[in-house]
């Protein structure tokens, strides 16, 4: 059976959606649950564990975005993960997780291999999802792109695809020990893609170019967590400098289709940002 964690966001909900379709069974770990299939589940209620992993042998693990302090925020969980005897954790990473140990991503990978538990690591590049979601109130309201990544490009992923591949490496043997790195097929400079909604959007959307600090303070004030704003400033960093515009060919190759195309994805999400 399968426990998945992050069932109400972005991923998780798709995966759940994959699972069902598979007929697998699984249990959504849930803070209040509400349906039938939910197990209480509190990253810092360790009184939770027990229950929430009962019979499970597979866990789909997604870090929430206020908890920024992995050794002591998912630690617990992953050791209790050690005890019960869990075949297989499924962890959603970060694009480039090894090349920036700073960030809660590649900790919580470190303490995953530390405690020598069975793994499969999908590290996915910049979700379009953020375009709908994160940034979608600046898009609306203002026509802007609001990120501090300037003229770097980024490999663009749909979150669909993410819990498709998600719900292929926890159906099918062969995964455990493995990193996939998942991208989209194109990277685009954040001006490319201002471009892409301008044309669909049929007016002018204009990509800002701020600092680190002009970013997290406006994150910040916008009501987004502390450790959020600095997890993302360092995300688009890291585009700032030229380092997430990678491609990999794991997507394709698990999901065995094209990945879905930022163009595609505009076109279907036009309601979100009129």
Known sequence: MILVTGATGNVGGLLCRELTERSCVFFRGVSKPTLSNDRRLNFLDPSTFDAAL????????????????PEKDM????????QKGIKQVVFLSLQGAARNPWTPHAKIEAIIRELDLPYTFLQPSFF?????QQHAQDIREHDELFMPAGRGATNFIDAR????????VLTEPG???????LTGSQAYRYDEVAALLSQVLGRTIVYSQPGLLRYLWRTWRQG???????????????????????????LPTLIQ??????????????????
């Not at 617990?76 to 050690?82: D, I």
């Not at 997890?231 to 990678?246: E, F, H, Q």
């Not at 289709?257 to 009129?274: C, D, G, K, N």
């Open 54 to 69: 009962f019979g499970i042998d597979r866990v789909f693990l997604v870090r929430p975005p206020a908890l920024a302090k």
């Open 75 to 82: 630690r617990p969980f992953l050791e209790a993960c050690q």
């Open 128 to 132: 379009m999802q953020n375009l709908t």
């Open 161 to 168: 695809d993410i819990a498709l591949a998600a719900a292929v």
């Open 175 to 181: 995964h455990e020990d493995r990193s996939y790195e």
């Open 224 to 250: 987004n967590p502390l450790g959020y704003a600095l997890v993302t400033g360092v995300i688009y960093s890291v585009a700032r400098l030229g380092k997430a515009d990678g491609y990999s060919d794991a």
């Open 257 to 274: 289709r094209s990945p879905i195309s930022l163009t595609r994805f505009i076109e279907e999400h036009r309601a979100q940002w009129v």
